[in-house]
């Protein structure tokens, strides 16, 4: 599903509605909500009888889903006021669930948080509000996930046989991501680019030198990873796309920088 939206709007109302319908899309993605049951199903260990909390709840289904292996209550804190009215009314009647309408960052429970539980992954992995939880005010006992990466593979152009986008179409896009582009289909994802780790300080910044894959076509994708096992990634779920951008270089460089609404990747080749 795509969603644009067609009016002219104040700043602020167009980023909370294009946030909001940006996060409903996500609950298409049945691969990734399986995927996050299955990692809290693991460790119900952890959320029964235990206070917990979902950092960015959206529309509240894992807070629903910890209550459902007996948290002993489950806080659900949402920034975007559209999200939090949608995710309060759907967990009214769930007398374990309080809904809180506020930025992660300001939360303080005032009691020991045992399990928090998040989705703050960009398709560039940082791009989103990972990094957020390094400012948290409460520190948990569990991080579920606990880790990321953002891993690359070079693929060529001519074997992916796109009618649309040929070769000189293709050169028009340099130094540019794009998400979308080809359909992942089984490119796997080879070397590691950057790295979230919860509990270490985390570089939003790296150098990574291809010059010994050949291709012509780079692209990068999301590996979500919990105690070093991946739970989720890019072209199985499809919340997170391959990014692809053609090759012009045997050396690329991307970090993030402080962006209005998330942190903004940028990135350029270098010989
Ligand atoms: C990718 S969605 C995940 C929603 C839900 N956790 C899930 O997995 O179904 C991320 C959610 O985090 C919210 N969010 C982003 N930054 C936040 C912040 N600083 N504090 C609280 N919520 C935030 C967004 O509005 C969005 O609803």
Same mark, same amino acid.
């Given at each position: 599903m795509c969603m644009d939206i067609c009016n002219r709007l104040s700043p602020i109302k167009f980023a909370e509605a294009d946030d909001f319908l940006t996060f409903i899309s996500?609950?298409?993605d049945k691969a990734r909500e399986r995927a996050y049951k299955k990692l809290l199903w693991q460790n119900r260990h952890l959320i029964e009888g235990k206070v917990c909390v979902e950092a960015?709840?959206?529309?509240g289904i894992f807070s629903e889903y910890m209550a459902s292996l007996k948290a002993k209550k489950v806080y659900a804190i949402e920034v975007n006021p559209h999200m939090y009215k949608a995710a309060k009314k759907r967990l009214?009647?769930?007398?374990?669930i309080e809904v809180v309408n506020s930025d992660i960052t300001k939360f303080d429970p005032g009691e020991k948080i045992n399990v928090c539980v998040h989705e703050l992954y960009g398709q560039l992995l940082l791009?989103?509000?990972?990094?957020?939880?390094? @400012?948290? @005010?409460f520190k948990p006992v569990h991080m579920l996930p606990d880790g990321g990466k953002l891993q690359g593979g070079i693929t060529m152009l001519n074997r992916l046989h796109d009618r649309i986008v040929t070769p000189e179409i293709l050169a028009q896009l340099d130094s540019v991501l794009v998400s979308g582009?080809?359909?992942?289909? @089984?490119l796997p994802l080879k070397f590691d680019i950057l790295e979230w780790q919860w509990g270490k300080k985390t570089t939003a910044k790296a150098v990574c030198d291809i010059r010994s894959l050949s291709g012509d076509l780079l692209y990068m994708g999301v590996r979500v990873m919990h105690k070093g096992r991946e739970i989720c990634r890019a072209g199985k779920c499809p919340n997170w796309s391959f990014i692809w951008t053609p090759r012009t270089g045997n050396c690329f460089s991307i970090s993030f920088s402080r962006g209005l609404r998330a942190p903004d990747p940028m990135f350029g080749w270098q010989q």
């Open positions: 996500i609950y298409e960015g709840c959206g529309m009214s009647g769930n007398p374990v791009d989103e509000e990972l990094l957020m939880l390094e @400012k948290l @005010k582009l080809f359909d992942e289909g @089984k």
